[in-house]
């Protein structure tokens, strides 16, 4: 599974900037409103130092970590599902995102107009959700009409539905977000195949000023309200970090230095979005590939082993598991094999977070 993260904001909120920061792409980059129009989809690898210990301990052929895939799509203003600006139609590109990117504009800066005029970060993210929840309404209503239909014929998967569809339209005409209604899995609208925008995890991504200062009394704020709604933050200068990322690798960590940037946005995302997801990184070793990959927290073993082929899952049999430090301590896996340090695990096992995992798979 690669995880997928949307990057929603206002128009120069610095969208793009922070896209080209994390994914080393190029996209357009101006100081006037609605400079992308088009989606941009790009990925960054997963930088993890279990791999590196991994890599250094086993010498693999090749070395394959996990990645994270971003979406950067056009800006959103005020009435945008009334048509203002681009419209909320693009908000459709970033269905099929596990969470959302919500940049959030901490810089001022006169030569970048700001499309409220005023700098104001709690008023962008409410004018932003709002909007968010507009899209979820309009999908949440066209789906009613077509549901009731069904019901009236008779359809008992409809009637259901239209149950869960009216408690969705209350919550969301009263302005609240469908991740907030703590729904279990069975009653989660992407049970029934329907994505909502606010029933994915939110990740504020606060784009503060190349001096960091007056920002710094927003940045407590956002924190404070995302600590309310159980969403994570990160905070970075896309500035600074869009051109961080063009230097070399010894460049880039003099100029950290130099700026006080202790850890760049990239590495921040990450981190944030994994404890957001709740996500779990695994490696495998097969054929001489040392491979990361990413699983939701508590996904079985033969689960695991489906995201690598999905016939492994039919045909999972066991999995032979070791820690990554483990292993980097023994030194191989036949001598973590000698020692009997390998635990051999069944269809039960949760897989954890730094597991050594060979599957062992049987015949088609
Ligand atoms: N001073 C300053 N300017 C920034 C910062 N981040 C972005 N900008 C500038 O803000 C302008 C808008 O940035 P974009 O990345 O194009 O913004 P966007 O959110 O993608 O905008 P749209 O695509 O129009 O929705 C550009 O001129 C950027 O150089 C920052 O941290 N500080
Ligand atoms: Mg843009």
Redesign the pocket.
């Known amino acids: 599974m690669g995880t997928k993260l949307g990057l929603v ?1 206002l ?8 896209f080209n920061a994390l994914t080393a792409a190029h996209a ?9 129009i088009d989606q941009h989809v790009g990925v960054a690898q997963v930088a993890d130092p279990r791999l590196d210990a991994l890599a250094a301990c086993l010498a693999p052929q090749q070395i394959i970590p996990t990645s994270i895939e971003f979406v ?1 799509i ?2 959103l203003v005020k009435g945008a599902h009334q048509g203002e600006g681009l419209g909320n139609q693009f908000l459709s590109h970033i269905l099929g995102v596990d969470a959302i990117l919500h ?1 959030v504009r901490g ?1 001022e ?1 006169p030569n ?1 107009a700001h499309p409220m005029g005023e700098a104001d970060p709690l008023r962008d993210i409410e004018v932003v959700h709002t909007e968010l929840l507009l899209k979820d309404l309009e999908v949440v209503e066209r789906r009613t009409e077509k549901e009731h239909k069904l019901a009236k014929g008779g359809d008992k998967q409809a009637v259901t539905l239209t149950g869960h569809l009216e408690r969705w339209h209350a919550a969301l005409a009263k302005g609240q977000p469908i991740r907030h209604l703590g729904l279990a899995p069975e009653a989660h609208p992407r049970s029934f195949g329907i994505e909502l925008l606010s029933a994915k995890p939110v990740l504020y991504a606060v ?4 001096d960091g200062q007056r920002s710094s009394g927003w940045v407590e704020q956002i924190r404070q309200l995302a600590q309310r709604e159980g969403a994570e933050v990160v905070v970075f ?4 970090e869009a051109e961080l990322v063009e230097l070399e690798a010894a460049d880039r960590a003099e100029m950290m230095r130099e700026l006080g940037v202790t850890e760049s946005a990239l590495p921040q995302v990450i981190r944030r979005g994994y404890a957001l997801l709740r996500l779990v990184t695994f490696f495998t070793t097969a054929s001489n590939i040392l491979q990361a990959w990413t699983v939701r927290s508590g996904t079985k073993a033969p689960q695991a082993a489906g995201t690598i082929h999905t016939d492994f899952e039919r045909h999972f049999i066991r999995a032979e598991v070791i820690q990554a430090e483990q292993l980097v301590q023994c030194g191989s896996e036949a001598a973590a094999r000698a020692q009997g340090v390998l635990r051999l695990e069944g269809k039960e096992y949760a897989v954890q977070d730094g597991d050594v995992v060979h599957f062992k798979i049987g015949q088609a």
């Open positions: 904001g128009p120069n909120a610095g969208k793009s900037t922070l357009a980059v101006a100081p006037y409103p609605f400079t992308t950067d056009a800006g940049v810089f800066d970048v784009n503060i000023g190349e200068c896309a500035k600074l």
